[in-house]
């Protein structure tokens, strides 16, 4: 291979900056922060400077879009930006700073204080006074804020004094307080598709100011979509392994830095499940939810993905137990069998080896016949129970067990079952401030059909008339 010459199934690149198969990119802006970004990372160096270099969130900034005619118009009111790590919420804020005639100041809220806080309240007073001038506010990881910082905000935000830009990987539902959410619009961002991702890294070996233009680099194919599946919709990852890859690849005799597969696995690590507090409890909801559904697959799916994310494997358990009654009970009661010996293998042997037999568990409620009469009857009997005016209990009913009961006509009445043909008399057993109320109505599910058909001949017993038995 000569030396500026390219395989077909590589991605190449030149001296000069051009694509093989296109132009060379440069920003509009050529002067923009170039002295304090030449030493920094290949992600930073990389970020977009106008709304047309942003990569995906067109549901946000797309042509025509809320988020884009507000920030066009300079008229964007308090927003929370959130959603996944290396989407663009920070880099969509700074845009915003070089488009804004406000003032514009960055805090992030894991370093900054109430005095900070203030101290900005102060100054964006004084701007607005002297030079009416707004101010924005960046305020990363604005989750981590505590509630005296919100509420040292509030007020300078109701007044339009502030304008704060919030940046969070994390829901600001759950995580922030309601009254600073209340004030901001909300706007998600999805992560990046692979494609886009990709996209991104080319843009990087294209540009000859920012990125690796003036290189001559060849990226496979395969290693290039390597690096942008594992990245998982982060393109500041996928950056900074492709920076990775070229900086500690070697030119070949010709003088090309050849990124091959091998060289891409090493350089992007095993991809990591970011689990915060929201991201917890909707995949155990998707977990819960599979079962229910009868997914075995799914639920395999969520079990494996809670798990990679360090979830207790005791709090998963517990929830297979829960919907071995709540979604099952007793069409297939040997499905609580497994839970309950699923429970007891993880305390036994611990995980990796419990898996197995969580994963029986799993699919046992998953595959089992499905009926919430278990559930719906105990939940029945609680609200009954809620509501008190209790009446005693009847005579026939009570204890017999002491000394003396005889004497007091306890257990008066009381007929035996066991002395009855089929063992079964018909009695009354309900308080009687409920008498005639019915909580378990088994469904015609699995082993339920049976017992539905049961409850069915105790009714025709009934309606033949009571027996006589032996009291006791």
């Not at 989407?87 to 900070?116: D, P």
Request: proline content about 5%.
């Amino acid at each position: 291979m000569k030396r500026g010459e390219m395989a077909e199934n590589q991605i190449g690149f030149d001296f000069s900056g051009s694509v093989f198969s296109g132009a060379s990119e440069t920003s509009a802006d050529a002067s923009f922060s170039d002295a304090g970004r030449s030493g920094a990372p290949l992600a930073d160096r990389m970020r977009p400077e106008r709304l047309e270099e942003m990569v995906g969130q067109e549901h946000l900034i797309g042509p025509g879009r809320l988020l884009r005619r507000a920030i066009e118009a300079d008229r964007l009111t308090s927003s929370i930006f959130w959603g996944p790590p290396g989407t663009g919420k920070t880099t969509l804020a700074e845009i915003i700073a070089r488009m804004t005639s406000s003032r514009f100041v960055r805090l992030n809220a894991v370093t900054c204080g109430v005095q900070e806080a203030r101290d900005v309240i102060r100054e964006a007073k004084e701007a607005r006074m002297r030079y009416g001038k707004g101010t924005i506010l960046l305020l990363d990881e604005c989750h981590r804020w505590s509630k005296a910082q919100s509420d040292s905000m509030l007020p300078s935000i109701e007044k339009g004094e502030i304008r704060l830009i919030g940046s969070t990987t994390e829901n600001p539902m759950v995580s922030m307080t309601p009254a600073i959410v209340s004030r901001c619009r909300v706007f998600e961002f999805h992560a990046l598709t692979e494609k886009q991702v990709i996209g991104a890294m080319e843009r990087a070996l294209r540009d000859a100011r920012r990125g690796f233009g003036e290189m001559q680099v060849a990226v496979d194919p395969s290693a290039m979509q390597h690096m942008a599946r594992l990245a998982g919709g982060d393109v500041r990852s996928a950056l900074g392994a492709l920076e990775l890859a070229v900086l500690t690849t070697p030119a070949g005799a010709d003088g090309v830095i050849h990124v091959t597969m091998e060289v891409a696995e090493e350089s992007i690590q095993k991809p990591m499940l970011r689990c915060d507090e929201s991201l917890y409890y909707d995949m155990l909801s998707a977990f819960c939810k599979s079962m229910r559904g009868s997914d075995s697959d799914a639920a395999l799916a969520w079990f494996a993905r809670l798990s990679y994310a360090g979830v207790d494997p005791r709090l998963i358990v517990r929830r297979i137990i829960a919907h071995a009654s709540e979604d099952v009970g007793m069409a297939n009661p040997r499905a609580m069998m497994l839970a309950s010996a699923a429970a007891v293998a993880l305390d036994h042997v611990g995980m990796p080896e419990a898996r197995l037999p969580i994963a029986q568990a799993i699919i046992a409620v998953c595959e089992s016949p499905k009926s919430n009469a278990v559930a719906s009857a105990v939940d029945a009997a609680f609200r009954d129970a809620e509501k008190g005016n209790y009446a005693q209990v009847p005579v026939h009913l009570r204890d017999t067990h002491y000394q003396g009961s005889a004497r007091l006509g306890m257990g008066e009445g009381y007929l035996y079952p066991h002395d009855f043909p089929g063992h079964y008399v018909p009695q009354e057993y309900m308080p009687p401030d409920l008498k005639g109320r019915r909580y378990y109505l088994p469904t015609e599910m699995g082993e339920e059909q049976g017992i539905r058909e049961a409850q069915a001949e105790r009714k025709r017993a009934d309606a033949r008339g009571r027996n006589g038995g032996t009291r006791t």
